[in-house]
Structure formats: C-alpha cells, structure tokens
C-alpha cells in the first residue's frame, strides 16, 4: 500500500538575508540615514505580500470529500464481503476504512503545527529590525561601504541576536 501524506504550501515571507550576508550598498546608505524610516518603509512594502498570501491552512473540501468517499467505499466493501460470507476479507476493509477516517480527524492537529511555521508581518518585522539593527551598528562603525563589508567579514556569528539564529543559514 502507498503512503499517505499531506502536502502544505508555504510562501516564505521572511527576509532573504542570512545572518553575516551585508547590506546591499543602496540598503547601506538608507540605514546609515535614517535606519528607522528605513524599517517603516521596508516592513510597508512587504505588508501587501502578506495580505496576498492565501492561508495555507483553510479547510480543503476536496481532500476532505475524497478522505470522506474513500472511507465511505471502504465500510460498503466491508459489509458487502460480510454479506457474501466472506467474513476475513470483510474485516480487512474494515480495518482499511480506519485510515481515511483517521486523516480527517488528523488534519485540525496538522494544520494547527504547521500554523506556527507560518511567517506572519509581525515576526518579519521583528526579524528584519533585529537584521538591520545589527548591520545598523556595524554600518555606524564603518566610515564606508568596504570598511563595512570589512568589518561583518571579520564579525563573529556569536554577536548577532540568538532569537534569530535559531532559524538562519549561514
């Protein structure tokens, strides 16, 4: 028999910079300026993204009908083979239509986990201003760009917030 799996899409929403990846020179000049407009303004340009988004985890109908026919078929299976007397196989189907049965009864479980995985614009606010405060105190160091990039290349990884480490790539 084949496996049974559920299959979410997810639109990452997170910004695309790794932890020690600097500032484009262009994001660079903004934060240098005003790093606090500069955040407004990158949160305000991702807002519509996240409004866009469609929830990943809604109710699908068609899943849920097909779990549901599946399960359906399978008890009339079981009590046709019953009724002809054939009472082992009967009970193999019965035991079968245990399994669209128990995804349905799965997904709420599932749906909420994954719910958790689920960027939202507060979190990415909250990640793109602990990323551009920290590149924002290098920059301020810097007396220019390549200084800039001098110094995030020899930045130990230890120094960036450990809230956000958790989840990046270096």
Same mark, same amino acid.
């Given at each position: 028999?084949?496996?049974?799996?559920?299959?979410?899409?997810?639109?990452?929403?997170?910004?695309?910079?790794?932890?020690?990846?600097?500032?484009?020179?262009?994001?660079?000049?903004?934060?240098?300026?005003?790093?606090?407009?500069?955040?407004?303004?990158?949160? *305000?340009?991702? !807002?519509?993204?996240?409004?866009?988004? %469609?929830?990943?985890?809604?109710?699908?109908?068609?899943? #849920? $009908? +097909? @779990?549901?026919?599946?399960?359906?078929?399978?008890?009339?299976?079981?009590?046709?083979? *019953?009724?002809? !007397?054939?009472?082992?196989?009967?009970? %193999?189907?019965?035991?079968?239509?245990?399994?669209?049965? #128990? $995804? +349905? @009864?799965?997904?709420?479980?599932?749906?909420?986990?994954?719910?958790?995985?689920?960027?939202?614009?507060?979190?990415?606010?909250?990640?793109?201003?602990?990323?551009?405060?920290?590149?924002?105190?290098?920059?301020?160091?810097?007396?220019?760009?390549?200084?800039?990039?001098?110094?995030?290349?020899?930045?130990?990884?230890?120094?960036?917030?450990?809230?956000?480490?958790?989840?990046?790539?270096?």
């Amino acid at each position: 028999m084949g496996s049974v799996s559920y299959e979410y899409e997810y639109t990452n929403s997170d910004i695309k910079h790794p932890a020690k990846t600097p500032m484009t020179e262009k994001e660079y000049k903004q934060v240098r300026k005003d790093i606090d407009q500069f955040l407004e303004d990158f949160v *305000k340009k991702a !807002e519509p993204g996240f409004e866009k988004q %469609i929830n990943p985890h809604r109710f699908k109908w068609k899943r #849920f $009908l +097909i @779990l549901l026919s599946s399960g359906i078929l399978l008890i009339v299976i079981e009590f046709s083979l *019953k009724a002809m !007397e054939y009472y082992d196989a009967g009970d %193999i189907f019965d035991m079968l239509s245990y399994v669209p049965f #128990f $995804l +349905i @009864l799965l997904q709420p479980f599932l749906w909420t986990f994954h719910a958790f995985k689920s960027p939202d614009i507060i979190t990415y606010k909250k990640r793109a201003t602990t990323y551009y405060n920290f590149h924002g105190s290098k920059a301020n160091e810097a007396k220019s760009y390549e200084d800039y990039l001098r110094i995030i290349s020899e930045t130990n990884i230890g120094e960036y917030p450990t809230e956000r480490r958790r989840g990046m790539h270096y």
